[in-house]
């Protein structure tokens, strides 16, 4: 297989999507509209999956910072690598750009119509403020304890010269601390049968991807087992809310579930959905970001050491590895009417695609981007128009708190207990994994202490 480079350039020219508003006629102006490559959508595709932040780079050295490309199933996108555009589409106008229109068309099949991801508009800002309060700062420093517990647990297990493979680690411990906050206690063979599932179904794959775009294939085999998986997840999560509400202690209790059970009434649909949502959003995010920071630090000794002993550092080095390692590459909005943004004229129905990873890594923002140097970060807070892991604006990640300090207490309570050093002579490269872009060995390290 060719490179992204060489495909394209073998393929061809390019071709427009968005016009710049007549007051800003490019000929007059002297300024190109978005121009994408014309390969076919199909290879398009691969090259975005298989290659994601190569291709995103040719394209932008190509086309400029705001390109198009097309991708099945969203068909034509232009991808925006510009920060002040993308500050623009953060800021809004939210009744005209839409979140929920994108996302749905891969997560409505798994979180449902109602999922906070898959809405829009009124019932979006609704879903929000139900949602928020578990993941407000105070409450977050209350679940410490679980999540120290949680890496402990997994520390316990690995034996000093033992190979570990922190995704898969890093997982276990993300998944336990989600299920804690959400469901509060997680024994019993129903929850045992949720965590297997939550693994299972998380490892995307052709099958399951295809299933997610076009949920009707799932009355036909391959797809049918994981589209049963999806339906006996929503039984359990049924069946919990059920037994929540009923619950003698229900008014007492702090983890999620209870507090959207008491907040939301009889919708069981509803509660459903956030629940799914949770679980999705919630876990696999913050196994990768973990796993780069993990595999980050395993080769950058000093930055290790530091990090052992100062927790300004250990912050640092988690806002570096959000930068260098961004785990989601782009988030999606879909306008709803005609639009002017940054002097492009979009039309109705245009899917934008705020590059988050190509700012991260813009040498013009960034000195020296592909060093890992979490100093960068010392003494100083990141600017929200270039450093944007969370996503922004009305949509930004409800979970960024609770994310960080996860991570906070995870790599704290595996700096303490242990030591452990790189596996391979190489860096881990950036694969996309499931929907985030992961070490391509899942991070290697050896414990050495
Ligand atoms: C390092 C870990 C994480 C990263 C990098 C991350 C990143 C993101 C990004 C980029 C978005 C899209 C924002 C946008 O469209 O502008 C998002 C949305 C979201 N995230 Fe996270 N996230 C992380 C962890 C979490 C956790 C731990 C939770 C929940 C416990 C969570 C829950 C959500 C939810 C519910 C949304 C949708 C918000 C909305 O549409 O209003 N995330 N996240």
Same mark, same amino acid.
Request: net charge neutral; with cysteine.
């Given at each position: 297989?060719?490179?992204?480079?060489? $495909?394209?350039?073998?393929?061809?020219?390019?071709?427009?999507?968005?016009?710049?508003?007549?007051?800003q006629?490019?000929?007059?102006?002297?300024?190109?509209?978005?121009? +994408?490559?014309?390969?076919?959508?199909?290879?398009?595709?691969?090259?975005?999956?298989?290659?994601t932040?190569?291709?995103?780079?040719?394209?932008?050295? $190509?086309?400029?910072?705001?390109?198009?490309?097309?991708?099945?199933? %969203?068909?034509?996108?232009?991808y925006?690598?510009?920060p002040?555009?993308v500050?623009?589409?953060?800021?809004?106008?939210?009744?005209?750009?839409?979140?929920?229109? $994108?996302?749905?068309?891969?997560?409505k099949?798994?979180?449902?119509?109602?999922?906070?991801?898959t809405?829009?508009?009124?019932?979006?800002?609704?879903t929000?403020?139900? #949602?928020m309060p578990?993941?407000?700062?105070?409450l977050?420093?209350?679940y410490?304890?679980?999540?120290?517990?949680?890496?402990?647990?997994?520390?316990?297990?690995?034996?000093?010269?033992?190979?570990?493979?922190?995704e898969?680690?890093?997982?276990?411990?993300?998944?336990?601390?989600?299920?804690?906050t959400?469901?509060?206690?997680?024994?019993g063979?129903?929850?045992?049968?949720?965590?297997?599932?939550?693994?299972?179904?998380?490892?995307?794959t052709?099958?399951?991807?295809?299933?997610?775009?076009?949920?009707?294939?799932?009355?036909?085999?391959?797809?049918?087992?994981?589209?049963?998986l999806?339906?006996?997840?929503?039984?359990?999560?049924?069946?919990f809310?059920?037994?929540?509400?009923?619950?003698?202690?229900l008014?007492?209790?702090?983890d999620?579930?209870?507090l959207?059970v008491?907040?939301?009434?009889?919708?069981?649909?509803?509660?459903?959905?956030?629940? %799914?949502?949770? #679980?999705?959003?919630?876990?696999?995010?913050?196994?990768?970001?973990l796993?780069?920071?993990?595999?980050?630090?395993?080769?950058?000794?000093?930055?290790?050491?530091?990090?052992?002993?100062?927790?300004?550092?250990?912050?640092?080095?988690i806002?570096?590895?959000?930068?260098?390692?961004t785990?989601?590459?782009?988030?999606?909005?879909?306008?709803?009417?005609?639009?002017?943004?940054?002097?492009?004229?979009?039309?109705?129905?245009?899917?934008?695609?705020?590059?988050?990873?190509?700012?991260?890594?813009?040498?013009?923002?960034?000195?020296?981007?592909?060093?890992?140097?979490?100093?960068?970060? #010392?003494n100083?807070?990141?600017s929200?128009?270039?450093?944007?892991?969370?996503?922004?604006?009305k949509?930004?990640?409800?979970?960024?708190?609770?994310?960080?300090?996860? %991570?906070?207490?995870?790599?704290?309570t595996?700096?303490?207990?242990?030591?452990?050093?790189?596996? +391979?002579?190489?860096?881990? $490269?950036?694969?996309?994994a499931?929907?985030?872009?992961?070490?391509?060995?899942?991070?290697?390290?050896?414990?050495?202490?």
């Amino acid at each position: 297989m060719s490179t992204p480079e060489q $495909t394209a350039a073998e393929q061809g020219d390019q071709e427009t999507a968005a016009q710049r508003p007549v007051s800003q006629c490019p000929v007059a102006h002297g300024i190109e509209p978005p121009r +994408g490559s014309r390969m076919p959508g199909i290879v398009q595709l691969y090259l975005g999956l298989r290659h994601t932040v190569a291709f995103s780079r040719w394209s932008q050295r $190509t086309f400029g910072d705001v390109f198009v490309a097309k991708a099945f199933p %969203m068909g034509k996108s232009v991808y925006i690598a510009d920060p002040e555009l993308v500050r623009e589409i953060f800021a809004g106008p939210h009744d005209s750009l839409h979140a929920g229109a $994108t996302n749905g068309i891969f997560l409505k099949a798994i979180f449902g119509d109602r999922g906070i991801l898959t809405v829009d508009g009124e019932e979006h800002a609704k879903t929000r403020k139900a #949602l928020m309060p578990p993941f407000r700062g105070k409450l977050i420093d209350g679940y410490a304890g679980v999540m120290r517990e949680e890496a402990e647990r997994r520390i316990a297990s690995w034996k000093v010269g033992d190979v570990i493979r922190v995704e898969d680690e890093a997982r276990a411990i993300t998944l336990e601390v989600i299920l804690r906050t959400v469901f509060g206690a997680v024994s019993g063979p129903q929850m045992d049968e949720l965590r297997s599932i939550v693994i299972k179904a998380s490892k995307f794959t052709p099958v399951s991807t295809t299933w997610m775009v076009f949920p009707k294939l799932g009355k036909f085999r391959p797809w049918r087992s994981f589209a049963q998986l999806i339906e006996r997840t929503n039984e359990l999560l049924e069946e919990f809310i059920e037994e929540r509400r009923n619950a003698p202690d229900l008014a007492e209790r702090t983890d999620t579930l209870s507090l959207l059970v008491r907040s939301s009434g009889e919708d069981n649909e509803w509660l459903r959905n956030q629940l %799914m949502s949770l #679980l999705g959003a919630g876990h696999e995010t913050t196994t990768t970001s973990l796993a780069w920071a993990m595999e980050l630090l395993s080769r950058h000794p000093e930055a290790r050491e530091k990090a052992r002993e100062s927790d300004e550092y250990l912050d640092a080095v988690i806002t570096e590895t959000l930068r260098i390692r961004t785990v989601l590459p782009g988030v999606g909005r879909k306008t709803s009417r005609a639009l002017t943004l940054g002097g492009f004229a979009f039309k109705k129905g245009t899917m934008l695609n705020p590059q988050i990873e190509a700012i991260h890594n813009d040498p013009r923002i960034w000195g020296d981007p592909e060093t890992f140097r979490p100093e960068r970060f #010392l003494n100083t807070k990141p600017s929200l128009t270039e450093y944007i892991p969370f996503g922004g604006g009305k949509r930004r990640c409800i979970g960024s708190i609770f994310a960080l300090k996860e %991570m906070n207490v995870a790599l704290r309570t595996i700096l303490d207990a242990m030591d452990f050093e790189h596996v +391979g002579a190489e860096a881990e $490269t950036q694969k996309r994994a499931h929907v985030t872009l992961a070490p391509s060995k899942g991070g290697l390290i050896r414990r050495t202490r």
